[in-house]
């Protein structure tokens, strides 16, 4: 086994080595059976152009003669979803994949063993790799409201996706301290909530702000850009648009949609406010207006609408809260958040939507046909699960890449926290005690990246990388060895690809 054929992250199901080699040279030809395989080829050869300045020609055609990669697909393969066969033999490569992603799955697992040479070919060992994925959602998460980040960055961000097969990216576009998507109905939301007057500097317990004026937004056009940039990649986009809290920046702009008026300013310090959305008649309409516009930009059959960290301090004294309480029988504010998001799930689902909140949307009693996300520990997964609800675990303690990976005196300043590589690599996304068809309802997990303390995107880079490598292999891998010695002699070969992208991963793992 040579040191680039185990380099696979993550590790294939089924891999058997051969002798030889492809080479690759400027006449191949990358042809594609179909059309839907034709759309792999191209991205695939934009990729390779990207990485290595490689010109490969793409046609659809039948295979002629001389070298070439051949892609197609093929929907009755004995293999899940998103799964293919990767064929590598010296006189071609060829590539069958299974429904949505297959091939480009397929395309990833061959850019990882792509190995350029001086005379400008590139050498690829023979193999045959028949692969699929374990879970069918495998997602990263980014925030881009306590720190922004330009759509070029984005969609680097999603290039890492991509490379290590995530399908999901959970885009966190609106909070207290910014509102980052243009919605054309109500400017004032980015020309107002996109901005703030200054930002919370170094440790929270510290107090300073400076007072620099910091924010930025994504237009309409840009957000269709990258939703399109991730699709011909394969890469879903959730949007998550936050309700009824973490609403300051909304409000900031539109304060007649809270309970006291206002006014309010765009946050500048981290943490959780007590200014949410009041359930007032206009208050839907102005959240299912932007929820519109939100669908119409975003595909995604998933939408989130948040439902975390929303105090109930001024409910409790609102005049129309109460009535409204009293009106419906409800016995709580955790009831009335209850209701809340029934109705904009309702509203979600009548336009052939699902929503899916944080796990605080089980308070009060779950929404029909919610989905969770389990962030306070695996608790609420396992009663959503129970409770026949599909789940997408990501535990704080081994999905939240915000926190420290190491020695925090040796560490730039995080959250707080500490989850190592060892940790995500160890990850069990399906918790102990549920049954199997209780099982079956964790479709899946995700990390989340929340940029409080993270300032520039090379530091994205350093927090979610590789601890997204780890996580891509819980989550792919279906016959994963749990055997962290070996999968860090894989890391460190796989690594020397992103040292070619420039990616600023971290290596405090090397010393752990
Ligand atoms: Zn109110």
Not at 217 to 238: F, G, P, W
Request: with cysteine; hydrophobic share 40%; charged share 20%.
């Amino acid at each position: 086994m040579t040191a680039q054929e185990n380099r696979l992250i993550p590790a294939p199901a089924e891999w058997s080595p051969e002798t030889g080699s492809f080479n690759l040279t400027p006449t191949t030809f990358l042809l594609a059976r179909d059309m839907q395989a034709f759309q792999d080829a191209v991205t695939f050869r934009d990729i390779c152009i990207d990485w290595f300045d490689f010109p490969l020609k793409t046609a659809i055609k039948e295979i002629g003669s001389g070298p070439y990669i051949e892609v197609a697909y093929d929907s009755t393969l004995d293999l899940p979803d998103g799964g293919y066969i990767l064929v590598i033999a010296p006189e071609g490569i060829k590539v069958t994949g299974k429904a949505d992603g297959g091939v480009f799955h397929g395309l990833m697992s061959l850019l990882q063993l792509m190995e350029p040479k001086p005379d400008r070919t590139i050498s690829i060992p023979c193999q045959t790799i028949s692969d699929g994925p374990r879970f069918v959602w495998r997602g990263m998460h980014l925030d881009v409201c306590r720190h922004f980040f330009s759509v070029d960055e984005v969609k680097q961000y999603i290039d890492l996706l991509a490379l290590y097969k995530f399908n999901s990216f959970h885009w966190h576009l609106t909070d207290d301290q910014g509102w980052r998507i243009e919605i054309k109905q109500y400017p004032k939301l980015t020309e107002v909530g996109g901005w703030r007057n200054g930002t919370m500097v170094g440790r929270y317990s510290d107090q300073q702000y400076d007072s620099i004026r910091y924010g930025g937004y994504y237009t309409q056009e840009e957000i269709r850009e990258v939703v399109d940039y991730a699709a011909k990649r394969h890469i879903n986009i959730v949007p998550e648009i936050e309700m009824p809290g973490h609403a300051t920046a909304a409000l900031a702009a539109y304060p007649e949609f809270s309970c006291t008026g206002g006014p309010f300013e765009v946050a500048q310090g981290w943490g959780v406010f007590p200014d949410i959305f009041c359930p007032t008649e206009e208050t839907f309409t102005f959240l299912e207006n932007i929820l519109d516009e939100v669908m119409a930009l975003f595909p995604s059959s998933v939408i989130h609408i948040g439902g975390d960290e929303a105090p109930k301090d001024r409910w409790k004294e609102c005049a129309h809260c109460q009535a409204l309480m009293q009106r419906e029988g409800l016995a709580s504010e955790e009831e009335l958040q209850s209701y809340f998001v029934q109705r904009i799930e309702k509203y979600v689902n009548s336009k052939g939507r699902t929503i899916i909140g944080w796990d605080e949307i089980l308070e009060g009693g779950l929404a029909p046909n919610a989905m969770v996300m389990s962030w306070r520990g695996t608790e609420g997964g396992i009663a959503a699960a129970k409770d026949k609800h599909q789940v997408v675990m990501s535990p704080n303690n081994d999905c939240y890449f915000d926190h420290y990976q190491g020695d925090p005196a040796n560490e730039p300043l995080a959250i707080g926290g500490m989850t190592t590589l060892e940790d995500v690599y160890n990850y069990e996304p399906v918790p102990p005690g549920l049954s199997k068809e209780e099982s079956a309802f964790i479709i899946g997990a995700q990390a989340n990246v929340w940029t409080e303390y993270i300032l520039n995107f090379e530091h994205v880079e350093y927090m979610a990388v590789p601890r997204m490598i780890a996580l891509s292999e819980v989550l792919w891998s279906t016959n994963r060895k749990s055997n962290f010695d070996d999968f860090k002699l894989r890391l460190a070969r796989n690594l020397q690809l992103l040292d070619r992208q420039h990616v600023n991963y971290s290596r405090t793992w090397q010393t752990q």
